[in-house]
């Protein structure tokens, strides 16, 4: 099973950026399609972003979108998630997650993830 691990998170003053990474325990990242999450304290988790496999095709939750911009680099084993902008109701813990999907759709559904990183920690001070 591949092991999903974030990092890049933090503490920074609403405007502020931040970028995400997104790295396997395995070097075959490659082969999947991938989002990335967030959930805020006393709230349900909720899709940001999503990216397929060879990054021709991205997609984002309206909240973000102009703001946050999902990359990868496939020979990196890595998939980012740079954040500008950002406001204090961005404030939540940012997970990773991979689909073994694949079709024409963008997967926005966390039942369409099958393997989670442990999330890394984002606060937006106003």
């Known amino acids: 099973q591949v092991q999903l691990v974030e990092s890049g998170g933090g503490l920074v003053q609403a405007g502020g950026s931040l970028r995400l990474s997104c790295t396997a325990s395995?070097?075959?990242?490659?082969?999947?399609?991938m989002g990335w999450f967030r959930q805020a304290p006393g709230k349900e988790r909720e899709f940001v972003a999503y990216?397929?496999?060879?990054?021709?095709?991205?997609s984002y939750a309206d909240s973000v979108k102009g703001r946050f911009t999902i990359s990868r680099d496939n020979a990196e084993n890595t998939v980012y998630l740079q954040m500008n902008s950002l406001k204090p109701e961005d404030t939540a813990i940012y997970y990773c997650?991979?689909?073994?999907?694949?079709?024409?759709?963008?997967?926005?559904?966390?039942?369409?993830?099958?393997?989670w990183g442990q999330g890394t920690q984002v606060t937006v001070s106003s």
């Open positions: 997650a991979k689909t073994s999907l694949y079709s024409d759709t963008t997967y926005r559904a966390i039942g369409d993830y099958d393997s």
């Open positions: 395995e070097r075959t990242l490659y082969m999947y399609n």
């Open positions: 990216i397929n496999w060879n990054g021709a095709t991205t």
